[in-house]
Nanobody, 123 residues
Framework: QVQLVESGGGLVQAGGSLRLSCEAS????????MAWYRQAPGKQRELVAT???????????SVKGRFTISRDKTWNTAKNTGYLQMNNLKPEDTAVYYC?????????????WGQGTQVTVSS
């Protein structure tokens, strides 16, 4: 079992930055990849970024060049943290952001989910 807790959301003006964190605990040795998703009101959940077990990253076109996904490169038995650095935020980035991981090589990662953190970008 893996537990995920997101933090770092908030209210920011357009053009500003936020850094989201996703702290993983439990069976972190079994995690293969991590991903960030978002869901805006009335819209379907959208895959924002992924980072696989080789630290290869991919991004949705809507965030490419503005968002950066990363994760701790050192593992320990207690916790491991993933991040989503969001720069030059736009009002359309407003959503609840979720991190997710996989332990079964499913793609995109979706075996375990955090509770979400709200990001609101004002114009």
């Amino acid at each position: 079992q893996v537990q995920l807790v997101e933090s770092g959301g908030g209210l920011v003006q357009a053009g500003g930055s936020l850094r989201l964190s996703c702290e993983a605990s439990g069976s972190i040795f079994s995690i293969n990849a991590m991903a960030w998703y978002r869901q805006a009101p009335g819209k379907q959940r959208e895959l924002v970024a992924t980072i696989d077990s080789s630290w290869i990253t991919n991004y949705a076109d809507s965030v490419k060049g503005r968002f950066t996904i990363s994760r701790d490169k050192t593992w320990n038995t207690a916790k491991n943290t993933g991040y989503l650095q969001m720069n030059n935020l736009k009002p359309e980035d407003t959503a609840v952001y979720y991190c997710a991981t996989d332990t079964t090589s499913s793609w995109p990662p979706s075996d375990y989910w955090g509770q979400g953190t709200q990001v609101t970008v004002s114009s």
